[in-house]
């Protein structure tokens, strides 16, 4: 078990009446961090602490924060067991799954957001605990790790230019009948007029830009479009990624 | 040191001998020491267009193979005495030249002369490579019409790739566009290229512009370069080209289509 205090932020503005006013406003309130579920482990640790300094916790606002549990928690019980020992139970806090916040509320109890709940989802994927979103993100780090490799001048027809492990920068254009392919991203300061291949070993992260689309073929993580798939942005500056396993085009300028 | 200039396109029938034997000749005419060598090994056809062709005793072919000197095998031109002509084999193939060989007839022409000219074939396999692999210079022959401006920039990318020049890693080839059978007409109708489109594909600097004309194919079937023919558009076209490369600067002509006048106009000409 563990005290912390954090910020939290408790409200929104807003006027109800001219007698009363909401407003928002931040107080650092004490979070207790729960390690197990089993009341008597929680208990036996509260009454260590209490006894510690009994003055300094007594109607001390808590705030319960139930990340680290995994099984089944008995809301009513701990909210009793911190009254018990003359703490202001406020409500329960954590990066929870959405039943589990929904069951906290229709239990009667509040859940309190804190400002760090984006870091805490960090911290919560790098320690490891799975969810689906952990390997994208992973992914755009090290998208970013890409280091660039920069090619002056023009890629003729029948040129090849491969950024391997990089992403490929060209100042200059590609011609028809050249082909430029990367494994992280393209940058074309110029006009693509041949065939631009970007994350070529499997990163559907992978964008490609240039000034002037008039591409052959584009073709992220495998999905490309030919010249026909182009025309909404034929002849502009263009950005191209992948949306749900889509190619799309978006204007850059 | 000679300038060692290839004449070159990737497209066959663009100009480049047509274009070889302006440049030649008119390099001559200012005074310069010029040879023209024909590459086109098995397709000679230079000679026929500088109208020596009666004249051609030994070729390239066999100075490469020792079987006469270099002095046996040049033709001397009638008109300008500063001109010299080096034929192609017409019996052999291309692969009778080697880099070896070739790099040394080099030296030895740029000995006693200032300009070496050579007439580069079609494609992109060794008789275009051995025509270019030791140029300081490139006129890339070009039509306004997009598959000899795809093959122009193949030969492009060839250049900064597999010429002497690039292996070493010295300062590249110099390369100049020369649009050929240009006809600003058809570019108004939408049916051609323009200047624009295609300085815009290439982006190598512009080094002459030679409309279409009838001028060149009786300059061809004459054997008189279409230079001499200083009436002719395309005579005065090339006529530019060489103060170009002489480092003059020189407004480009020929760009527009003749405007009617009015009397064409009244009497529908």
Redesign the interface.
Same mark, same amino acid.
């Given at each position: 078990m563990s005290k912390y205090n954090e910020l939290f932020y408790l409200g929104k503005k807003f006027m109800v009446d001219t007698n009363i006013e909401f407003k928002g406003s931040s107080f650092t309130l004490s979070v207790l961090h729960l390690k197990t579920s089993i009341l008597a482990e929680i208990r036996a640790g509260l009454a260590t602490k209490v006894a510690q300094a009994p003055d300094f916790f007594y109607l001390v606002p808590i705030v319960v924060n139930i990340e680290q549990l995994d099984d089944t928690i008995e809301f009513q019980a701990v909210k009793s067991l911190i009254e018990e020992f003359n703490f202001t139970f406020v409500g329960f806090t954590g990066a929870v799954p959405k039943e589990q916040r929904q069951l906290i509320r229709e239990l009667g109890f509040s859940f309190v957001n804190t400002a760090k709940a984006s870091a805490n989802k960090k911290t919560a994927a790098l320690s490891g605990s799975a969810t689906e979103v952990i390997p994208e993100e992973a992914h755009t780090a090290q998208n970013n790790f890409f280091t660039d490799k920069v090619h002056r !001048?023009?890629?003729?027809? @029948?040129?090849q230019v491969y950024a391997k492990d990089q992403n490929l920068v060209v100042i !200059?254009?590609v011609?028809? @009948?050249?082909e430029v392919i990367a494994d992280g991203n393209i940058h074309v300061y110029g006009?693509l007029?041949g065939r631009a291949i970007a994350g070529a070993t499997g990163h559907h992260r992978a964008q490609i830009y240039c000034q002037n689309l008039e591409a052959e073929l584009v073709s992220i993580n495998g999905n490309y479009w030919l010249s026909e798939s182009m025309e909404d942005h034929w002849g502009t500056p263009v950005y191209i990624n992948l949306t749900d396993n889509e190619l799309s085009s978006s204007k850059l300028i | 040191m000679a300038r060692i200039i290839v004449v070159t396109s990737g497209k066959g029938g663009v100009g480049k001998t047509t274009s070889s034997a302006a440049i030649g000749l008119g390099l001559a005419l200012k005074g310069h020491k010029v040879v023209l060598i024909d590459f086109d090994i098995g397709l000679r056809n230079l000679d026929l267009i500088m109208g020596c062709e009666r004249r051609v005793v030994y070729d390239f072919v066999n100075v490469i193979n020792g079987e006469a000197t270099l002095n046996q095998a040049l033709i001397k031109d009638k008109r300008v005495s500063s001109l010299s002509i080096l034929p192609a084999s017409q019996t052999r193939d291309k692969d009778a030249l080697n880099k070896e060989n070739v790099g040394k007839v080099l030296e030895e022409l740029g000995k006693s002369y200032d300009f070496i000219v050579c007439d580069s074939p079609a494609g992109i396999e060794a008789g275009a490579m051995m025509a270019l692999y030791y140029a300081d210079e490139a006129i890339v022959t070009t039509n306004p019409e997009v598959s000899s401006v795809r093959d122009s920039d193949r030969i492009l990318g060839m250049l900064a790739s597999r010429s002497q020049r690039a292996e070493l890693g010295l300062e590249p080839i110099k390369e100049h566009l020369l649009l050929t059978r240009y006809s600003p007409k058809r570019v108004e109708e939408g049916e051609m290229l323009s200047v624009e489109d295609v300085e815009d594909i290439l982006s190598i600097p512009l080094l002459g512009v030679i409309p279409e004309s009838q001028a060149v194919l009786k300059a061809s079937n004459a054997g008189e370069p279409v230079i001499l023919d200083k009436e002719s558009d395309a005579g005065q076209a090339y006529q530019d080209v060489i103060d170009r490369l002489l480092g003059e600067t020189v407004d480009f002509r020929f760009l527009l289509a003749e405007k009617k006048g009015i009397f064409s106009r009244m009497f529908g000409g």
């Open positions: !001048g023009q890629i003729r027809s @029948g040129q !200059g254009s011609s028809a @009948g050249a006009s007029r | -």
